[in-house]
């Protein structure tokens, strides 16, 4: 494991207009590690997302990424500093097919190979539908698209935002092998989804936020451990 | 984008010689019935249809909607006539010439602009159209307002190859073809892969870890010298260049001939300003407001919809 985390936030501040949202929020992921962040709707989950990618100004603290410090850099920057995003709602681009929004944005990564054999390998159905175009998939292929354009772009970190909201069950259950497929390999996650039980398989850490600050970190084992802690932070 | 479009999309050779062609048969008649009137006509519909062809692929694969296509075809022009008053009239530099300073104009502008989006983009490149057209007007060491003569046609290499009206058709299907074809391979690669994505969602590219500004620079910048060319064939054309090159109407039209076409594909540019400029000549015989049958014909298009007349041509193929 190596010595400095792929991604650390510390102490970050942001909000929108006068209206703070995060406060002094610190985590951090290593190499091959899968994190979650979870927390309740309207936590904060999102604006840290949107905060980390510089979609929104952190009013303090500091973003590092693979230890260079990325607070306040454009957007493209901080993504090809290791990131490869899956965002919520998929977002896949409509009016490209299948393997064109795999290669449109695909960069030739340093470290971890991807190519477009090796996505297909791992989502065969966008072999099968290689020519049609993005609205014709169902949520499903959508979701696999999108989780494999950023795989395309071969980052150091994979981020999911709600990556099997509104998906069938054994959709879902695709996607969480297909996650789990790639932490064998060693690519470190970070993952925000309300799933716990999927989460308690997956991840080796958690973080919980409430209110815009940390409330809980550790490990899966101490989550367990404490029912209580789920019942507190994420039961609705 | 249809699926015939994307078809067509991906055999840009294919849609370069079938224009080609059918504009080298118009000629070949025109050239047998020896109507120099028609070879005049096929010239600059070909000259235009450049002009548009650029104008599509900003619009259809950038999504780039510029209001001042009319400056670069204006740019082009005056290159040329300016380089012919300082004894450089061969095609080999004027051509160049024409692209370089086009390109150049669209990329300086278009480095403004570009920090603007949708329709504050169309209002800013007619804005620096327009600032083109007074610049153009105020330079009296070439003609002002008025415009000015070109001294003659551009030759090659000495020879007027282009002193007939079917050698400058032939010239303008040349560079049309290559357009076509050089655009078209452009939008089948990554290139044009990214300026599609970003059209639909550049945040999304944006978190994907790469920057849609360049690509979009890149495609102005060429388009622009396509433009220039293009007001380079029309000047050797007309022999006469004036600033209404770069009118707002010029600009307007260019936008109309791509809607007509449908931007879906470079090929609608051709559809259009083939339907335009044989609107303009059949019409503009009768009466001064043959842009009243024009308008009706726009919106006639966009009822029958989309606005794509190659769909109507095409048989009503759906897709």
């Known amino acids: ?236 | 984008m249809s699926a015939m479009a994307a078809r067509l999309n991906s055999k840009p050779g294919l849609a370069a010689l079938a224009v080609a062609l059918a504009f080298l048969v118009a000629l070949g008649l025109a050239y047998g019935l020896g109507s120099t009137y028609w070879m005049a006509t096929l010239a600059r519909m070909a000259a235009l249809a450049l002009s548009a062809v650029s104008l599509s692929f900003l619009v259809g694969q950038a999504g780039l909607v510029s209001f001042g296509h009319g400056a670069p075809v204006g740019i082009g022009a005056y290159a040329l006539l300016v380089a012919g008053e300082y004894g450089m009239s061969d095609l080999l530099v004027v051509l160049p010439l024409a692209f370089l300073a086009a390109a150049a104009f669209s990329a300086l502008t278009g480095a403004i602009a570009l920090r603007t989006r949708g329709v504050y983009f169309i209002m800013i490149t007619l804005a620096f159209a327009q600032m083109a057209y007074y610049v153009a007007a105020s330079l009296s060491a070439f003609g002002g307002d008025d415009g000015m003569a070109l001294a003659a046609r551009s030759t090659l290499l000495g020879a007027r190859v282009l002193r007939r009206d079917h050698g400058l058709a032939l010239l303008a299907i040349l560079l049309l073809g290559l357009a076509l074809f050089l655009l078209g391979r452009l939008a089948a690669s990554k290139f044009g892969l990214v300026l599609r994505a970003a059209k639909d969602n550049e945040q999304k590219v944006t978190a994907l870890g790469l920057s849609p500004y360049g690509h979009r620079l890149a495609a102005l910048a060429l388009a622009g010298g396509a433009a220039g060319l293009s007001g380079a064939l029309l000047a050797n054309q007309a022999e006469f260049v004036a600033p209404a090159y770069m009118n707002w109407h010029v600009s307007g039209l260019a936008i109309v001939m791509v809607a007509l076409g449908g931007a879906g594909h470079l090929v609608g540019g051709v559809i259009g300003a083939v339907v335009v400029t044989l609107l303009d000549e059949a019409l503009g015989h009768y009466t001064q407001y043959w842009k009243l049958g024009l308008g009706l014909v726009v919106v006639g298009a966009a009822l029958l919809r989309a606005g794509d007349l190659r769909r109507l041509l095409a048989g009503g193929a759906r897709g």
Do not use: C
């Open chain 1, 1 to 236: 494991m190596r010595s400095e985390p792929l991604l650390e936030l510390d102490g970050i501040d942001a909000g929108y207009g006068g209206a703070q949202v995060l406060f002094g929020l610190s985590f951090a992921v290593r190499a091959g590690e899968v994190v979650t962040l979870m927390g309740r709707n309207g936590m904060g989950k999102t604006t840290a997302l949107r905060t980390l990618f510089g979609l929104l100004p952190a009013t303090a603290g500091r973003i590092l990424i693979n230890g260079r410090d990325m607070t306040g850099a454009p957007p493209h920057r901080i993504a090809a500093a290791g990131l490869g995003y899956v965002p919520e709602g998929r977002q896949i681009f409509p009016r490209l097919t299948v393997m064109e929004n795999l290669v449109a944005t695909a960069r030739p990564g340093t470290g971890r190979g991807w190519t477009l054999e090796r996505v297909l390998a791992l989502f065969p159905r966008l072999g099968e539908r290689a020519h049609n175009m993005g609205p014709q998939l169902s949520g499903g292929e959508q979701q696999m698209l999108a989780i494999g354009r950023a795989l395309m772009t071969n980052p150091d970190l994979l981020v999911l935002d709600e990556a099997t909201e509104g998906l069938a069950p054994v959709v879902r259950a695709d996607i969480w092998r297909a996650l789990a497929a790639l932490r064998a390999e060693g690519l470190a996650i970070l993952v925000v989804d309300k799933n716990l039980d999927a989460l308690l398989r997956l991840a080796d850490r958690h973080v919980v936020m409430e209110a815009g600050r940390l409330a809980w970190s550790g490990t899966t084992a101490e989550l367990k451990a404490d029912p209580t802690l789920a019942t507190r932070f994420l039961e609705v």
